[in-house]
């Protein structure tokens, strides 16, 4: 269960930042738009090895930076601020929540619960 947590989490945020990432192409420089194209296959490599020893640590450390980038970024900030401006705008804004602080938040949840149940795990069959 928590592990299906964890993949929802870091694929919804992949095609979250997707999407977003292909609407504001030509708005932002291009070397956000490389970021963001590195950062998707990183959550989709995450995604694919899921299942691996240290994936859903590694996985908790990627969504707690998302979460923490985003909010001390001013240009999310300020996007936020002109929610309502435009459909344009209002449509990226919630991307944005979606892409940096729900879907994270679910991957960090998952990641944690899973490392969790995997140390319960080891624990009980080690005293067994």
């Known amino acids: 269960m928590w592990l299906n947590l964890l993949k929802i989490g870091l694929l919804g945020s992949a095609v979250v930042l997707g999407i977003g990432g292909i609407l504001l192409l030509r708005v932002v420089p291009p070397l956000i738009s490389a970021g963001t194209g590195i950062a998707i296959a990183v959550l989709i490599s995450l995604f694919l090895l899921a299942q691996r020893r240290y994936v859903p640590l590694i996985s908790v450390l990627i969504g707690g930076l998302e979460i923490a980038t985003s909010a001390l970024s001013g240009a999310h900030e300020e996007a936020l601020a002109e929610f309502g401006s435009s459909y344009f705008i ?25 490392e969790r149940n995997r140390k319960s795990k080891v624990h009980k069959s080690f005293h067994a």
Do not use: H, N, R
């Open 90 to 114: 209002s449509a990226l804004d919630v991307l944005m929540i979606l892409g940096f602080y729900i879907f994270p938040s679910l991957t960090v949840i998952g990641g944690v619960m899973t």
